[in-house]
């Protein structure tokens, strides 16, 4: 569910909907601050803001650079009444550089405070463009400037897991 059946049904049956959803077992809610420029993370955190323990939240952060994700996890954090995500995602890594901005630009850095100050459980770098940087970092995988070399669907980080 995103910002568009508030719009469509209304908040309040978008509400309505998404306390039943949690009141029926669903757990995972996923989000993203772009979804209806966060319209969409308000209302989700209107809806979960008294529930927040019984579901695993998810939100995405689409600047690459370390002020702009930190600012990114803020706005997000603020819009969904939480202090803590879940699971923090780098999302549309749809050019072949994506992933080497996340790294020079300092986004995986800020994913990484994030995890430290306890604001993000989890970050995760999406599989869809993992071999751009797969290949490279096999071959010079080195702590603190690239990831270990993992062969699963993603690069997750759970320091503070």
């Given at each position: 569910?995103?910002?568009?059946?508030?719009?469509?049904?209304?908040?309040?049956?978008?509400?309505?909907?998404?306390?039943?959803?949690?009141?029926?077992?669903?757990?995972?809610?996923?989000?993203?601050?772009?979804?209806?420029?966060?319209?969409?993370?308000?209302?989700?955190?209107?809806?979960?803001?008294?529930?927040?323990?019984?579901?695993?939240?998810?939100?995405?952060?689409?600047?690459?650079?370390?002020?702009?994700?930190?600012?990114?996890?803020?706005?997000?954090?603020?819009?969904?009444?939480?202090?803590?995500?879940?699971?923090?995602?780098?999302?549309?890594?749809?050019?072949?550089?994506?992933?080497?901005?996340?790294?020079?630009?300092?986004?995986?850095?800020?994913?990484?405070?994030?995890?430290?100050?306890?604001?993000?459980?989890?970050?995760?770098?999406?599989?869809i463009r993992i071999q751009a940087?797969?290949?490279?970092?096999?071959?010079?995988?080195?702590?603190?400037?690239?990831?270990?070399?993992?062969?699963?669907?993603?690069?997750?980080?759970?320091?503070?897991?």
């Amino acid at each position: 569910m995103d910002g568009k059946a508030a719009i469509d049904i209304g908040e309040a049956g978008a509400l309505k909907l998404m306390h039943q959803a949690i009141d029926d077992g669903l757990t995972f809610f996923d989000n993203c601050w772009d979804y209806h420029d966060g319209y969409s993370e308000e209302v989700m955190g209107k809806a979960i803001h008294d529930r927040r323990n019984k579901i695993f939240l998810m939100t995405k952060v689409c600047n690459r650079d370390y002020k702009g994700a930190m600012a990114n996890l803020d706005d997000s954090l603020k819009r969904l009444q939480t202090d803590h995500l879940d699971l923090w995602q780098f999302h549309e890594l749809v050019y072949d550089n994506d992933p080497d901005w996340v790294f020079e630009q300092g986004g995986i850095k800020a994913a990484l405070e994030a995890q430290k100050a306890g604001k993000v459980r989890i970050s995760v770098l999406p599989a869809i463009r993992i071999q751009a940087f797969t290949s490279r970092c096999s071959t010079s995988c080195m702590l603190g400037s690239r990831p270990k070399c993992l062969s699963t669907s993603a690069i997750i980080s759970t320091a503070a897991f």
